[in-house]
Each structure stands twice: as structure tokens, then as C-alpha cells.
């Protein structure tokens, strides 16, 4: 039988766990990607100086995302969390072939008032950023909404 300061203590411990302390998810940035809309590049560092870590939290208000900019000290330069769209992955009505069953997933994540969409490829911790208008279109990520090159 369990004693109650114990059974206290696992429920507490499973409540953290969904509460956004623990991701339920993590991915690295591909490094053939662009980065996400919302970060930018620190003075002095290029695009193969940095790395890209997400995470996925669910809450009880939702999904969140959380990116990390990494310098090649692995430094964290940037954080910066966002809501997800929805309960769940997205899909296309009709996939691109030469996909594994389910896949590609999407993800549109918004931080500061932006959307940009986050592409799964197979079920690999490896995500990328998609600008595919046909993409972004179905899933109703406006053109004018797309990441420019600085």
C-alpha cells in the first residue's frame, strides 16, 4: 500500500510534468533550414555559427513552443516561446509523395504577433522551417506573413 506522502508526491510530480516544466518534445533545427521568423542573428555570428533547439510543452491553455539560439560556444543567445495552432499536428489534405505514413507534420507557432510554420519530416528530433506557398496556404499562413532575408 502506498503511503500518502508518497502518493502526494507522484501526483505532484506527474501535475509538474504537464504544466510546462518537462517539454513533452524536442527538436533541433536542420542545419540546411532557415531559422524561424522571430530570430535573428546576433551581431558578429553567422547562420553556421548558431544552432536552433524547440521544444513542445503542453499546458492547460494549450500548446507552446520554445526556441533557443545556440552560439558555437553553445551559448544560449535568444529564447523566445510561442502558442501553437490547435490540439494537435497538422497534415495536408494531400501529402507530398516519398513521405513515411503521416508525415510531413506541421506546425504554425506564433510569437509577437508572427506565424511561421514548422515542418516535421519523418518522426526524427530534426525539424525544419517551410516557406512552401502551397503549404502555407492550406494551412492559412498568409504569403504576407512569410520570413524575408534581412
Known amino acids: ?3 500518502p506522502s508518497f502518493a502526494f508526491v507522484a501526483v505532484a510530480a506527474l501535475s509538474l510534468g504537464s504544466c510546462g516544466f518537462f ?5 533541433h533545427l536542420a542545419p540546411s533550414s532557415r531559422l524561424p521568423r522571430w530570430i535573428v542573428i546576433p551581431p558578429g555570428l553567422s547562420r553556421d555559427q548558431v544552432s536552433v533547439t524547440m521544444d513542445y510543452y503542453v499546458l492547460p491553455f494549450g500548446r507552446t513552443a520554445t526556441f533557443r539560439l545556440y552560439d ?27 513521405f513515411a505514413p503521416g508525415y510531413p507534420t506541421y506546425e504554425v507557432i506564433t510569437i509577437n504577433g ?37
Not at 23 to 27: C, D, I, L
Not at 73 to 89: A, E, F, T, Y
Open 1 to 3: 500500500m502506498l503511503r
Open 23 to 27: 517539454p513533452e518534445s524536442s527538436f
Open 72 to 98: 558555437s560556444h553553445n551559448q544560449q543567445r535568444i529564447k523566445l516561446s510561442g502558442h501553437m495552432r490547435g490540439d494537435h499536428p497538422l497534415t495536408l489534405k494531400n501529402p507530398p509523395p516519398g
Open 114 to 150: 508572427m506565424s511561421d510554420v514548422v515542418e516535421h519530416r519523418a518522426m526524427e528530433p530534426i525539424f525544419y522551417m517551410t516557406d512552401d506557398p502551397a503549404v502555407r496556404q492550406e494551412l492559412g499562413v498568409p504569403a504576407s506573413n512569410r520570413w524575408r532575408e534581412p
